[in-house]
């Protein structure tokens, strides 16, 4: 499914990618677009924040109620998905041509909506959290796998320059 939405997007969505000839202009453009995938992470710190503060528990520092560790989980595991997605995305962005920049704000917005997905499904059930959780980790992997065949296959000389 995620190739599919990747290319839809890529197809029909009316926009481009501003012309950007060195790599510190790509890796800027990444912060920048990284920056909206932090979203469901901030959403999920203050529903997290709000759950405990509502929370009947009587001891503050005690075991955790269910409702309030579902949050808590969703925005850890967010936390280290969102430090290899951006570290993957800013390689990704030097190697890409200008041509298929484009890619980086959409799998961004991937990343944001599979987290949401995630997240909504893991508080309905922990069995449904697959399809969130996929929808975030294989493009990760993806993106991993191109980095890596992009810096030993492709540019083997680059790589410690």
């Known amino acids: 499914l995620c190739p599919c939405l990747i290319y839809g997007a890529y197809v029909f969505l009316p926009f481009d990618a501003p012309l950007l000839p060195t790599i510190s202009t790509r890796l800027v453009y990444t912060l920048r677009c990284a920056a909206f995938a932090t979203f469901p992470i901030i959403l999920g710190m203050i529903v997290s924040g709000i759950s405990r503060l509502c929370s009947s528990a009587l001891e503050p520092f005690g075991e955790l109620q269910r409702e309030v560790e579902i949050h808590r989980t969703y ?23 200008q041509e298929v ?61």
Request: proline content about 5%; overall charge positive.
């Open 101 to 161: 920049l484009k890619l980086i704000p959409l799998l961004t917005g991937l990343f944001a909506i599979s987290r949401l997905m995630y997240w909504l499904s893991y508080a309905i059930g922990r069995s449904f959290r697959a399809f969130g959780f996929s929808m975030t980790f294989l493009p990760l992997l993806a993106m991993l796998l191109w980095n890596l065949y992009s810096m030993f296959v492709l540019e083997p000389e680059n790589l410690l320059a």
């Open 75 to 97: 925005v850890s595991q967010s936390v280290h998905l969102f430090i290899l997605y951006f570290f993957n995305m800013a390689v990704l962005a030097t190697y890409l041509p």
